[in-house]
């Protein structure tokens, strides 16, 4: 379910790739980020580099930052650190938000991660940090479940609501699936390319599609009436607008995208994209700054304004809902 998959597998075998970062050119990449920048650790999982917690140190001391992880590899040391580099408030520096992707209760999770024992592993992490954070007495970093909707877990919502409360976290959110893999062609691909991708269909059937809806409203109903804070993605979507993204009937115009004026992505290579691999330039042969301003990323901005945003974009969870298709 994850659309970004074979963009990681393929990864290795694209022309201009060469060896992952150093931890001394990552420290170096987050020096030329401005401070009040909120740096997001994704993957892949980000843990699984043996430096992670090094480079986190660093960031958390010059900014704030989120991690999005798999929450698998968090042993009770872990917790103990990334409890530790918690902001004393939104506005500082430090780590605010620790996002765990969790997709069902555990035989569902375990299914569609493809790993007996993942959900063990990943709640357990789960209650390190809220154990831990607890005792410190500390509000931050929050604890997050991100969930993505999908035809194996759509009758699974209500009862992620209740392990999250057990659990102790402090919001659930529930992101639409993009149909789209994120193959190597998008790196060298024209924006003409972009432009016209046919959105692939997201195959729920009638039933699958009255469980969801059925389930939506039942999240509806909840909100504000239990501790743990429910969040659909993009914020503010209508529960009937979240049915036509997953029936094929949403049309652009209830969506903006204003994210490449606001974020950019940074691969594990130095390659920065805005958020589909359209390759905007590399760290190693150009400063952030120059980046940021330049040709590719002008060039885009300029062609996502004109289109109001990409059939690619469908699903994402930085679309903002406007509803000006209704």
């Not at 290795?12 to 401070?35: A, C, F």
């Not at 605010?96 to 790993?115: C, F, M, Q, T, Y």
């Not at 691909?189 to 969801?212: C, K, V």
């Amino acid at each position: 379910m994850c659309q970004f998959l074979p963009l990681i597998e393929d990864y290795n075998s694209l022309p201009y790739s060469n060896e992952e970062l150093t931890t001394e050119e990552i420290k170096g990449i987050i020096d030329q980020l401005p401070r009040f920048s909120l740096i997001t650790f994704t993957g892949g999982e980000p843990f699984l580099r043996k430096d992670f917690l090094d480079i986190l140190e660093y960031t958390s001391r010059r900014n704030k930052c989120h991690i999005i992880t798999n929450g698998a590899s968090i042993t009770e040391k872990i917790a103990m650190t990334l409890i530790h580099k918690g902001c004393d408030n939104i506005f500082k520096k430090g780590l605010v938000l620790i996002a765990v992707s969790i997709e069902g209760g555990e035989d569902i999770h375990d299914k569609i991660v493809g790993k007996k024992g993942s959900f063990r592993k990943s709640t357990e992490g789960i209650r390190q940090l809220v154990q831990y954070r607890r005792e410190k007495k500390k509000k931050y970093p929050l604890i997050n479940i991100s969930t993505v909707m999908s035809a194996e877990n759509s009758g699974n919502f209500s009862e992620m609501v209740k392990i999250a409360d057990e659990l102790g976290v402090d919001i659930i959110s529930f992101l639409t699936m993009n149909p789209y893999s994120f193959s190597d062609r998008f790196h060298e691909a024209s924006l003409e390319e972009i432009r016209g991708y046919t959105r692939p269909a997201i195959n729920l059937d009638a039933n699958q599609l009255s469980t969801l809806n059925s389930q939506l409203l039942t999240l509806n109903s909840m909100m504000g009436k239990t501790r743990v804070q429910i969040r659909f993605s993009p914020p503010g979507v209508p529960v009937s607008n979240i049915i036509k993204f997953y029936e094929g009937t949403a049309v652009p115009e209830d969506y903006k995208c204003f994210s490449p004026w606001s974020k950019l992505a940074i691969t594990s290579r130095g390659d920065v994209v805005p958020c589909i691999n359209y390759k905007f330039g590399n760290l190693r042969e150009k400063t952030f700054k120059e980046i940021w301003n330049g040709e590719e990323a002008v060039r885009f901005r300029k062609s996502l304004k004109n289109d109001n945003i990409f059939p690619l974009c469908f699903g994402c969870c930085m679309l903002e809902y406007t509803g000006n298709g209704q």
